[in-house]
């Protein structure tokens, strides 16, 4: 949805940045304004709260800020107008009175997802508490499986852990006995990772509940003032937006139908990594490169840097196949655009040996792609024709994903 703002409300406050929405208290949903700040006072004084009042008060401002891709915006002007727009719902009407106490209860989350729903494609929501009870998730139910539109939200911090043994609502909507099918399908939890790619230790999990990870540092975000706030204590909060900034780039670059935005983001990740250093299967870190990359081949590789450190990136072009259009990964086991549209390969063990997975196109009668693992001997090397116009020469050895163009036009 593409948001405007009026002219007379440039006042330099964090919706002049975001976009515009409204709170709860407003019943003209055509309202634009601050819809992070107080309505009753037009100048609060923030800058003398504490900063944890202060924090709190911002944690909707820097959730926004993280979905609209305030980061990359900053890191790539030109790239600004081909990231999803954003509106915002401001829920709890407390966050401006340093002595309140913050929550929200059913009615106003279920008006929340009612004006969410219909104005985006995307819906994340993150909350620092929560009032709202079983009519929210029946409101969800009733809506959300009947369209293309998706939900978004946190793994929650700390409690209770294991999202799988101890279902918690909202996030219990992702399995499908705890709803249904439709919703579940529509419905990402998202936990925190570290820049080590691993769970933080703050972040739910649950191999069934959690099946993707995103950063959980605000990097780039503004608080409510529209001062930085990337030294924020990260949390499952801001992991959330950042996914449900993926899935808005997903949808914008023509990735529409459900399925195909779920397969897809999954394959477009790192990989998350257990204590042991072992890779966990079928789990994955949001890589916004491999997102974006949906008309471009990507390809990430472990590079020495000069100081001896190994380092993980991923690169963006066309990938040089052979004349039937395929590329050998491993010996043995080659693979084309055609049928798969991405491969990860595992850490090569004591023998040399990976664990490759190969995630293909083909739908089965479910309309479920399936992803077969392969053993892997790497040999040989990949050319990608880079997007900066040079030609890249990465042993197989050093690559563990490659991911094709999903648009073969």
Known sequence: METTRPAYDLNDYVDDALGAGITTEDDDA??????????????????????DLRALASHGSVVASVAAGLRLRALSPE?????????????????????????????????????????ADVISISSTSSSSGDGFNQAV??????????????????????????SVCPACLALPENGDL???????????????????SYSNFGARTVLLYAPGEPA?????????????????SYSAPYAALAVGILKSLGISDVADVRDRLRASTWPLFDAAGNPEDGLGVIDLAKVAAVRRDAVEVIETQDDGAAVRRTYVGRLETDASG??????????????????????????????????LRSLDKNKHRRSVPFPCQPEGSVTLHTLGGDDRVFQMAHVRAIQFRWFRD
């Open 220 to 236: 780039g975000a503004l608080d409510i003032l529209g001062e930085d706030a990337s030294a924020a204590s990260p949390a499952t």
């Open 182 to 200: 439709q919703t579940a399908n529509r419905t990402l939890v998202i936990g925190a990772a570290t820049r080590a790619l691993r769970r933080a």
């Open 141 to 166: 139910r009733a809506t959300l499986g009947n369209g293309g539109k998706m939900l978004v939200l946190p793994a929650g911090n700390d409690t209770p852990g294991d999202l799988d043994a101890d």
């Open 326 to 359: 395929r590329v050998t990964v491993c010996s043995g086991f080659s693979f084309g655009e055609a049928g798969t549209y991405a491969i990860r390969l595992g850490e090569p063990g004591a023998d040399g040996l990976s664990r490759g997975r190969a995630f």
């Open 79 to 119: 790239a600004g107008r081909l990231l999803p727009a954003v509106t915002f719902f401001r829920l709890v009407q407390s966050a401006c009175d340093p002595g309140a106490a913050l929550g929200f209860d059913d009615a106003e989350a279920i008006k929340a997802f009612d004006y969410l729903y219909r104005r």
């Open 30 to 51: 055509r309202r634009q304004g601050d819809v992070s700040l107080c309505t009753s006072d037009p100048n609060p004084p923030f800058a003398a709260w504490s900063p």
